[in-house]
Each structure stands twice: as C-alpha cells, then as structure tokens.
Nanobody, 120 residues
C-alpha cells in the first residue's frame, strides 16, 4: 500500500510564503518523492520543481526560480516546497509526485493535491 500525504496549502496574500510538505510511505519496496507539479484551472499540469533521491540535485520551472526551494528529509521520507514571494499566478492545486521502486519496474504516484490560493 502506498500513501502520499500532502499538507501546507492555503490562502496567502501576494508576496507571502507557504511551505508544502509531502510524506511518502509504502508497505513493500521503496518509494521516494521526486517533486512537485501544479495545475491551475483550465490549464495543464506543469512541473514546479524536482529533487533527486539524495537531495543534491534540484530543478525548477523558470517561473518559480529564485522564489521556490525544494528540499527533502530522507529520514522522514518527506519533500518540502518552500514558496516565497508568491504571486497571483502561483494559484493552483499542487501535487507531489513519487516513484515506487520494485526489483523489476517503477511505478509513478500522485498525491491528492493541496490548494494554494494567492489573493489580496
């Protein structure tokens, strides 16, 4: 059984900050959170940020570079997304993405989504 638990979304004013977290667990095999995506109303889901399993390599969408920081705590199997200087256009449902690794294949999983609303 795989679980991805997201938290941290909410309503914030422009220029404000939020921190999202995503904790992954699996009964069998290893699972790790790879990154965050978001989907705004009427738009396709897009990549926000990714991080490798060791946490030493990250990648960001151009629209969030310099404002968002992705990090991980492997002891807790949790990935964080610190979002600063939030803008109206950051409003979206944010989803974490994880990969379950078995001896023969890998499976992709999505969190349930957490709403981030930037409004004045």
């Amino acid at each position: 059984q795989v679980q991805l638990v997201e938290s941290g979304g909410g309503l914030v004013q422009p220029g404000g900050s939020l921190r999202l977290s995503c904790t992954a667990s699996a009964t069998i095999f290893s699972i790790y959170v790879k990154g965050w995506y978001r989907q705004a109303p009427g738009k396709q889901r897009e990549l926000v940020a990714t991080i490798n399993s060791g946490g030493g390599s990250t990648n960001y969408a151009d629209s969030v570079k310099g404002r968002f920081t992705i990090s991980r705590d492997n002891a807790e199997n949790t990935v964080y997304l610190q979002m600063n200087s939030l803008k109206f256009e950051d409003t979206a449902v944010y989803y974490c993405n994880a990969e379950l690794i078995t001896p023969t294949t890998r499976f992709n999983y999505w969190g349930q989504g957490t709403q981030v609303t930037v409004a004045s």
